[in-house]
């Protein structure tokens, strides 16, 4: 290998290590918060909500986590852990709240707690999933407090970003999520049925078109037929005359 080309080398294998490097520190970052994923975000829809416990506090095992639900949401349905006992807290409304269904509630559930059967090590990570129904309300941020509780100390994930503030600079930023469009339902099924309408025609014409080829060939191959034992029993009328001649001849 030329000078050049093991210099090119050498940077490509640099910049390629500072990448990874990045990354790994990227996503060391990410994980030491508490933080959730959900499964979809559309805007009324039902989604699954993982929030991801990477470690205790500083080096104390988490025995307890407690998840507060926003305003937004009226309940939520834990996922059993075998690690973890689950309770759901409510808490009585102040007015009855009326829903899309036209009935009304006058208590929410206001938090999903998980105990630890056995102290989380700092040194492992689990994961707690909560079933919810997102709100109508696009474009919308919901906030996830969460406290989280270790054999020494606590950790209160319940930061939120003021106007202007760089979230990235919280110690301690709540888990949130932020609910997109709610996915096309009418067009989109319209338009599929209309495609599927339409190719089914398609394919009904194909058949048919190919149903009649095969009619075409097959007459037509019947005739060829027909033709050709026509054309043979020619041949041989005209070759028994043909040997018919001879023997007249020679009887005369």
């Not at 990235?168 to 049925?193: D, F, N, Q, R």
């Not at 019947?222 to 028994?240: D, K, N, T, Y």
Request: charged share 20%.
């Amino acid at each position: 290998m030329n000078t050049s080309a093991l210099r090119r080398t050498l940077k490509t294998a640099a910049a390629t290590g500072g990448a990874a490097a990045l990354l790994l520190a990227v996503a060391g970052g990410a994980s030491a918060h508490v933080g959730v994923t959900p499964d979809k975000t559309d805007a009324n829809s039902y989604a699954l909500l993982t929030f991801g416990i990477p470690h205790g506090c500083d080096t104390s095992g988490t025995t307890k986590v407690a998840i507060t639900l926003p305003q937004e949401l009226n309940d939520a349905q834990p996922t059993v852990n075998p690690n973890w006992t689950v309770e759901k807290v409510t808490e009585q409304l102040a007015e009855p709240k009326k829903l899309a269904d036209g009935t009304s509630i006058t208590k929410r559930t206001s938090q999903i707690v998980y105990t630890a059967k056995a102290p989380l090590d700092h040194e492992l990570r689990d994961a707690l999933v909560l079933s919810v129904k997102l709100p109508d309300a696009a474009g919308s941020t919901l906030y996830f407090p969460t406290l989280q509780s270790c054999e020494t100390g606590q950790t209160d994930w319940s930061e939120i970003a003021k106007d202007g503030q760089d979230p990235h600079s919280l110690k301690a930023p709540a888990p949130s999520i932020t609910v997109t469009a709610a996915a096309g339902t009418g067009h989109g099924e319209a338009s599929a049925a209309s495609d599927a309408h339409s190719g089914a025609a398609v394919s009904t014409e194909q058949a048919s078109v190919t149903d009649s080829g095969a009619d075409a060939r097959s007459w037509a191959g019947l005739a060829a037929g027909i033709g050709g034992l026509v054309l043979g029993g020619a041949a041989l009328f005209r070759s028994g005359a043909r040997r018919k001649a001879p023997a007249d001849a020679a009887a005369k």
